[in-house]
């Protein structure tokens, strides 16, 4: 095993290259970057994100970038290019990214005056307790409910919970954090629950526990709509891997000893049956974090890397993007071989090294 997480950590960095380069040549490509939206701005034009979604600020950027040099100084076109780096080739720029990315250095971000290190240190806890809440929320009612419709397959309790989940696989969870705005957050019906924030204003004067309670009062929905939209498939996987399960040799046997059904079920079919389950709990996590996470942080105006990333892209702020990028990617690639890791000591049998071989 040790010599496959070798070789697992070692294929990281080729994996990072390529991503990195990937995304390094599409957003130089892409129109409006940050140099034609100071010449915009110098110019008095609209840069809005309603004028960019409309496709107005695209064309009026990349018009700019085509003749934006009219009626401005040329030493101020070239500091606006020093400014931001643009002043050096692309290749030389990618690798110098690469060096200080090598460093965890990702610069300072063009539009916040702020070390982009220190920007996804403030808001990466806003994200981790997003994903971990979701997550421990999604295998806490999943398993259950997958357990129970695996031992009563064919009933009128799995054929009724099945349209739930059906519902859930089928609807995106941002569309449900849109539906519990409008029920609990004061959208049309009740006003139950704080619409923006993870806290409420003077939460410092808070005693201990009235922290706590306000801090789980802001998650309700954000989180609530997450597991909604996440607890689907990981019920389906539960249900499904103890149906293999309870088919095989071993449990007949069991069953033939005169051992009671719980007996069965959580004493000889519950740790085979989860081990597929509970091995994906890192790449469930990364996947949580990365999808649901991003348009939930956008719509609960939630402080975390995902807003984050999201105005940095609407910005064009490079050293934002591609350093949330680079702390996503490798997190994601970490995170799996975990999951791997998981399998072995979950059940030894498994040898990836052999599998790979």
Do not use: C
Not at 158 to 170: C, K, L, Q
Not at 216 to 232: D, E, K, R
Not at 260 to 279: E, P
Request: proline letters at 4%; hydrophobic letters at 50%.
């Amino acid at each position: 095993m040790t010599s496959y997480i070798i070789r697992r950590l070692l294929l990281i960095i080729p994996t990072l290259f390529f991503i990195m380069a990937v995304n390094f040549v599409l957003v130089q490509a892409a129109p409006g970057g940050p140099v034609e939206q100071m010449i915009a701005k110098v110019k008095g034009l609209d840069v809005s994100s309603t004028a960019r979604v409309s496709g107005q600020a695209a064309e009026t950027l990349s018009t700019s970038d085509r003749r934006g040099s009219q009626g401005l100084d040329p030493e101020f076109l070239a500091r606006i290019n020093k400014l931001y780096g643009f002043d050096k080739p692309i290749g030389e720029r990618f690798v110098m990214m690469l060096k200080n990315y090598a460093t965890f250095d990702f610069g300072d971000s063009y539009f916040r005056d702020t070390k982009v290190v220190d920007l996804i240190v403030e808001k990466m806890p806003v994200s981790i307790s997003l994903g971990l809440w979701t997550t421990l929320l999604v295998y806490m009612i999943s398993i259950p409910l997958g357990i129970a419709k695996a031992v009563r397959d064919g009933s009128r309790f799995d054929v009724a919970s099945s349209s739930v989940v059906i519902v859930g696989n089928a609807v995106p969870s941002f569309l449900f954090a849109i539906l519990l705005i409008v029920l609990f957050a004061g959208g049309r019906y009740f006003d139950w629950f704080p619409l923006r924030g993870l806290t409420s204003d003077g939460f410092e004067d808070l005693s201990s526990w009235g922290q706590i309670k306000d801090y789980l009062w802001h998650l309700v929905l954000p989180v609530g709509s997450m597991v909604i939209g996440g607890f689907a498939g990981l019920t389906m996987l539960t249900k499904n891997s103890y149906l293999e399960e309870i088919n095989k040799q071993y449990v007949i046997t069991a069953r033939a000893k005169g051992l009671t059904q719980y007996a069965v079920m959580y004493g000889h079919v519950f740790r085979n049956a989860m081990l597929i389950v509970i091995a994906g709990f890192p790449a469930a996590f990364i996947g949580i974090l990365f999808t649901g996470a991003l348009l939930t942080e956008i719509i609960f105006s939630l402080d975390g890397i995902g807003l984050l990333g999201f105005e940095a892209a609407i910005k064009r702020d490079y050293p934002v993007m591609f350093g949330t990028l680079y702390v996503f990617t490798l997190m994601g690639l970490v995170l799996n071989l975990i999951g791997d890791v998981m399998y072995h000591i979950i059940d030894p049998r498994i040898d990836f090294e052999k599998v790979d071989g």
